[in-house]
């Protein structure tokens, strides 16, 4: 069985720096792979997309019809990061450009003033085949 070691320089505050070394099985490291992958799928739609966009967007992907708010709660982002997301990844960006089309807003049945998020079809097509990916299926 093939191991990589595992490098990682940690700074703790009180201990200065640390050196952790381990050594990776070959299903962490196509853990690891899987993840890669996904990572690049994403900066090939937007080369400069933040993390925090891909986990607001995996928030939404994991639970799709809450509000903006809910969103920035259950992430612990700013509501204004989690609002700058919805805009940049929804049909139309901030700045007026097209959007990424991943998702949409549709008006609440609950609470007129609220919006709630969801996948746009385009968007759904896209989290499948990342879980996919995530998975090893491939196609």
């Known amino acids: 069985m093939e191991c990589s070691v595992l490098n990682i320089a940690l700074k703790l505050p ?27 799928e994403f900066v090939k739609r937007r080369p400069n997309m933040p993390l925090h966009q891909i986990i607001v967007m995996l928030s939404v992907a ?10 920035s709660e259950r992430t612990q982002y700013p509501t204004s990061s989690v609002s ?10 901030r700045t007026g450009e097209a959007g990424l089309g991943l998702l949409e807003a549709r008006p609440s049945q609950h609470n007129l003033r609220e919006y709630e998020t969801h996948l746009s079809a385009k968007g759904k097509s896209f989290f499948k085949s990342i879980a996919k990916r995530m998975l ?3 196609g």
Do not use: H
């Not at 994991?62 to 969103?71: F, I, N, R, V």
């Not at 700058?84 to 960006?93: A, I, V």
């Open 62 to 71: 994991l639970e799709e019809g809450k509000s903006l708010k809910t969103y």
């Open 84 to 93: 700058r997301t919805f805009l940049d990844n929804g049909p139309k960006m």
């Open 136 to 138: 090893g299926v491939r």
């Open 14 to 40: 009180d201990k200065g720096l640390i050196a952790v070394t381990g050594e990776l099985s070959d299903e962490e490291r196509k853990a690891l792979k899987a993840l890669s992958d996904v990572l690049v």
